[in-house]
């Protein structure tokens, strides 16, 4: 019954070679998060929408894109990733109707770069 | 200065002790406040969530909330090797949260 589903859970990618990691949910919730989590280190976000309004964090590199086409699914392109995103992503849900409420999270997908 | 600090750890405790896991922060904006679980090549998963001071205790877990010293704190009674993880604080205000980098728990048998 896993509700935030992450695929696929581990990604080869060549340098420079775009890739697209997928989060798809069954909450219904209308926030999406995506984190960037590497060895021993907090999750850093990379971004999240609301609804459909994306906000992008300051600090993000132009190198990360989103798309959220429906509720359930939302996608992390990275456009010529570099040996530095090496990292798991994590996508997360928030029930958007009050900001307090806490984010449940996937499993990620572990992203290497060859 | 980060916002929040956590000790990596590790922390090894025999079977059956009681944990202190901790994070103080900087922010006094942040509202509200939850403890992750996360195992080995896992998502992290929701223990605890707060947003008061004080104290809740949910089972063998409990967590603790200091406003005026900027200082949560989670419990674990009657420790299990299966708690074995890396715990994560996390706190915020409006829709970000900030995560400590994580405590690693290792419970011995």
């Known amino acids: 019954d896993a509700m935030v589903i992450q695929n696929p859970r581990y990604q080869v990618t060549q340098f420079g070679k775009p890739v697209t990691l997928s989060c798809s949910q069954t909450?219904?919730?209308?926030?999406m998060y995506w984190y960037q989590q590497k060895s021993s280190q907090a999750p850093k976000l990379l971004f999240h929408y609301y609804d459909k309004d994306f906000n992008n964090e300051a600090d993000t590199p132009d190198n990360f894109q989103s798309r959220r086409p429906n509720t359930s699914f939302c996608f992390l392109d990275i456009r010529s990733p570099g040996l530095g995103d090496a990292a798991m992503y994590l996508c997360?849900?928030?029930?958007?109707?009050?900001?307090?409420?806490?984010?449940?999270f996937g499993d990620g997908t572990r992203l290497s770069i060859l | 200065q980060k916002e929040v600090e956590q000790d990596p750890g590790p922390l090894s405790v025999p079977e059956g002790a009681i944990v202190s896991l901790n994070c103080t922060y900087s922010?006094?904006?942040?509202?509200?406040f939850m403890w992750y679980r996360q195992y080995s090549r896992k998502g992290p998963e929701l223990l605890m969530y707060?947003?008061?001071?004080g104290n809740k205790e949910d089972g063998r877990f409990t967590a603790q909330v200091d406003k005026s010293s900027k200082y949560i704190s989670l419990f674990i009674r009657d420790s299990q090797p299966s708690d074995s993880a890396t715990y994560l604080c996390?706190?915020?205000?409006?829709?970000?949260?900030?995560f400590g980098s994580g405590t690693r728990l290792l419970v011995r048998p």
């Open positions: 707060t947003y008061s001071s």
């Open positions: 922010n006094s904006a942040f509202q509200y």
């Open positions: 997360a849900t928030q029930d958007g109707a009050y900001s307090n409420q806490p984010q449940h």
């Open positions: 996390a706190m915020g205000s409006s829709y970000k949260l900030i």
């Open positions: 909450l219904n919730h209308n926030v």
